[in-house]
């Protein structure tokens, strides 16, 4: 088998050329309005944000640092330009019911001038109605009314006055009301003379006293049915006066707003309460109550006055009141009251006609927001209640303002994972968001990218006010971009990640006086930005280099290798080298994880080990049974270990085990492999790759170390200055293999060799020496097993040889 060239330093690093940037400035750029590559994103919001029929809102899938809010708000404020406002909408008092608010719907901006029409109403009721009751027309019909009253009341007591009086009785007022007594020539008769009266006479003049007293009785009780009679005319004529001061400004309020019936309604209720209520005016000095006043105010809960076209609302904190309004309290007197003028509107109003903008993981979080917003979309309304009385929670009497009806395109932004398990998980949800914009996590690296590339670089750094960068800086910037991807064929998607390292950049630049940010520049804030996350490397490294944690870079170990594994803290990542060791001897096929044996490996890295046990089996053992007890371990690894990228290092070292036969401590290897041999690609391979060249720098000079890598990830690379100049002076050496064998080969030396057909290995070969111990292995396990059949055997228990 011939041995794979090594990698050369065009190899791991895609350069980004000079001469297809045909600028020498980004202020010479225009600016790039939607980015490149993101074309089924865009189509797919082009046709959500179109589309008219029920529940096609929209679910924006994509990465964190992806840029899709400011893509999204930007494309949709752009597409809502074109539409038309949509109407406000206001709350008034029911006075028929008046826990239950109405609703009242106005064209956009006509909201507004009926809240002020109402103001303006309700401040002339505080003067206009009082002045009314003050005027001399209206005393001078109230003392009619009042001398009316009494004069028909004093006729009453003057007619039986005057019947009394012809009978010789007179009508006395007593401090207890009227009484009857017999008279004679004008003059009351003495008592004692009365008794002189014959029986005839007292009779007569006591019937005609009786009759006078049912009379009086009679008069006295009509009073207050004249005083009733007064009154209903005294609000009649009340009545009568506020019609007359209410007909001119109420008239033109008709007249004002009759292209709107359930306005002119409501107006018509407005001036038949303050009719009712006339009385409540009367006191010119303190005013109508405030209670009164309130009930012909106008709370403008949706204000579009000056909106341009189609809203388009973000909502950052998504709860049940922000989404769909709340009634407010206050306090009074150590008491909560609401009225209408206290409910408030909520997102779902300001962005109905447009589009509303949510977090999914922000809305899914906040407690029921999620189903409120559900039951909104299904309903076509939105209903304004509190948590508590919408779960049952109190019962406690609140206000019911009327449903307003919505229509809104809802836009909810979230990552892959999400947007699957709702899928899974809610029988609601692909009902209402029918439409799916997957954002692209890298774009296409290829010649004519690079000036959209390049456009968007230029947009980026007017949109932080970052200086313009030079050609090479964006060089700089689009390999590193790559970088970002790892893969030399991409370019990374993430807007905020560039966005913020231009930031950074230019802070280098202001500190360094210069006017332009250049490569340097762009190094520099790199190079920044892994130091300040670079602790717990620098701790590891130290670990290794103090020989704490034990990793050979140089000689030669059976059952040892170097693999590669990949740290991820926060937003860094970096890679360190492990030690993997094995251990073989005669057993019943079993390879023994130790990593998933202490519960450390997860499931992925359980699958690896028994593919390559497997491996062994098919290879090896033929048609027979694999005679063998072995067993892996990553040294000193005290966490989880977890994916199938050290598949390959552990066949190599367990083969190094069987077989005896040292491997190369100044390689470390990654990769996974199948059943067949082949090795396939992994991921973090520059990590992987600068943490084992770090290492071997830290340990001395460089001179043979080197990777073995999976050919197939070899376009992944973008690898460190430091490691390519090694690589250019031949102190550091990358392998790209696509066989175990190779991998074999080079950590050995030895050629691997084919089986025949027979499936025999050559004399010799690497192969040859597995198969001979895995022979010698079954032998031992043979001869057990025929001393336990004749008796002879040690209990069961395995041989310690």
């Given amino acids: ?141 109230i003392q009619e009314l009042q001398e009316e009253m009494a004069r028909r009341q004093h006729q009453g007591l003057f007619d039986i006055q005057e019947e009394a009086n012809r009978n010789n009785i007179a009508m006395i007022t007593t401090p207890a009301g009227f009484t009857f007594a017999p008279m004679r020539d004008g003059e009351v008769i003495d008592p004692e003379e009365y008794k002189k009266f014959s029986d005839e006479e007292k009779e007569l003049v006591e019937s005609k006293v009786e009759e006078l007293q049912k009379k009086l009785q009679q008069t006295i009780q009509q009073i207050p049915r004249l005083r009733k009679e007064v009154r209903e005319r005294v609000h009649a004529l009340n009545e009568e006066m506020v019609q007359i001061t209410l007909g001119g400004p109420i008239g033109e309020l008709r007249e004002k707003w009759s292209h709107l019936p359930e306005v002119v309604a409501h107006l018509d209720a407005v001036r038949e309460d303050v009719v009712e209520h006339a009385e409540a005016f009367q006191d010119g000095e303190n005013g109508p109550p405030a209670g009164l006043l309130v009930r012909y105010k106008v709370n403008l809960l949706v204000d579009n006055a000056e909106t341009q076209g ?46 509303l903008i949510l977090d999914a993981r922000r809305i899914l979080t906040q407690p029921m927001a999620w189903e409120s917003l559900k039951r909104t979309l299904f309903s076509g309304e939105i209903r304004i209640e509190s948590l508590e009385r919408l779960y ?46 997957d954002f692209e996590d890298d774009l296409d690296r ?17 949109g932080v006010k970052a200086r313009p960068l030079t050609r090479d800086g964006v060089a700089r910037l689009i390999e590193h971009a790559s970088r970002l991807a790892s893969d030399q064929r991409k370019l990374t998607a993430h807007d905020r990640v ?53 990793i050979a870079t140089a000689g030669e170990e059976v059952g040892q290798v170097n693999g590669l594994s990949v740290l991820r803290l926060g937003a860094s990542m970096f890679g360190q080298p492990t030690r993997i060791t094995a251990t073989a001897r005669p057993g019943k096929g079993q390879v023994v994880d130790i990593e ?42 005290y966490g989880g270990v977890e994916g199938d990228s050290a598949s390959v290092a552990e066949t190599c070292v367990l083969l190094s085990a069987i077989a005896g036969v040292p491997l190369k401590q100044s390689f470390a290897v990654t990769g996974s492999m199948n059943q067949h041999g082949e090795v396939q690609a992994v991921g973090g391979v520059n990590e992987k790759i600068e943490g084992f060249f770090s290492v071997c720098r830290s340990a001395g000079d460089l001179g043979n170390q080197g990777v073995l890598l999976p050919e197939s990830n070899v376009e ?44 025999d290995y050559p004399e010799g070969s690497f192969n040859r020496k597995v198969q001979d111990r895995l022979s010698a292995f079954a032998e031992v396990g043979k001869k057990r097993d025929d001393d336990k059949d004749n008796g002879n055997g040690n209990g069961g228990k395995e041989d310690d040889d």
């Fill in 1 to 141: 088998m011939t041995v794979p060239a090594p990698l050369n330093i065009d190899q791991v690093y895609h350069r980004c050329p000079p001469e297809k940037l045909d600028f020498e400035t980004t202020e010479t750029l225009e600016d790039l309005e939607l980015p490149c590559g993101q074309e089924r994103v865009l189509r797919a919001l082009e046709f959500g944000a179109s589309m008219e029929g029920r529940g096609f809102n929209l679910f924006v899938l994509g990465p964190s640092g992806a840029g899709k809010h400011e893509l999204v708000e930007r494309f949709l404020g752009k597409h809502a330009s074109e539409k038309e406002v949509p109407p406000d909408w206001c709350h008034v008092y029911n006075f028929k019911n008046a826990d239950r608010p109405k609703a009242l719907r106005f064209p956009a901006a006509q909201g507004r001038e009926f809240r002020k029409d109402m103001n303006d109403f309700t401040d002339e009721l505080r003067t206009a109605i009082p002045a009314t009751f003050e005027s001399e027309e209206y005393q001078s019909r």
């Fill in 310 to 355: 189609a809203p388009v609302i973000y909502e950052d904190l998504p709860n049940h009141q922000h989404l769909t309004g709340q009634i407010e309290h206050r306090a009074r007197q150590g008491t909560l009251y609401t009225d209408f003028t206290l409910i408030k509107g909520g997102a779902m109003h300001r962005a109905s006609g447009g589009y």
């Fill in 392 to 437: 049952g929670l109190v019962s406690t009497t609140s206000l019911q303002p009327e449903p307003i009806p919505v229509s809104v395109k809802v836009v909810i932004l979230g990552d892959r994972m999400l947007y699957y398990l709702l899928s899974h998980y809610d029988p609601d949800f692909l009902d209402l968001f029918k439409v799916e914009a």
């Fill in 446 to 462: 290829d010649d004519g990218c690079y000036v959209l590339y390049a456009r968007m670089i230029a947009s980026m750094a007017r």
């Fill in 498 to 550: 560039l966005r913020d390292l231009m930031s950074e950049a230019d802070h280098w630049a202001r500190q360094a006086g210069a006017e332009l940010i250049t490569a340097d520049h762009i190094q520099q804030a790199i190079d920044e930005r892994e130091y300040r996350a670079s602790r717990v490397r620098e701790r590891s490294m130290e670990q290794i280099i103090r020989g704490v944690v034990k």
């Fill in 596 to 637: 998933r044996e202490a519960k450390l490996g997860g499931p992925i890295h359980s699958k690896a080990v028994m593919i390559l046990s497997r491996f062994l089996a098919s290879r090896y053992a033929g048609e027979g049974e694999l005679s063998l007890s072995a067993s892996l371990a990553f040294e000193q690894s």
């Fill in 716 to 759: 992944h690379l973008m690898l460190r200055k430091d490691v390519r100049d090694a690589m250019g002076e031949g102190r550091f050496t990358i392998y790209p293999i696509s066989d175990i064998n190779e991998a074999i080969e080079l950590l050995t030396g030895m050629e691997p060799g084919v089986a025949d057909e027979n499936g």
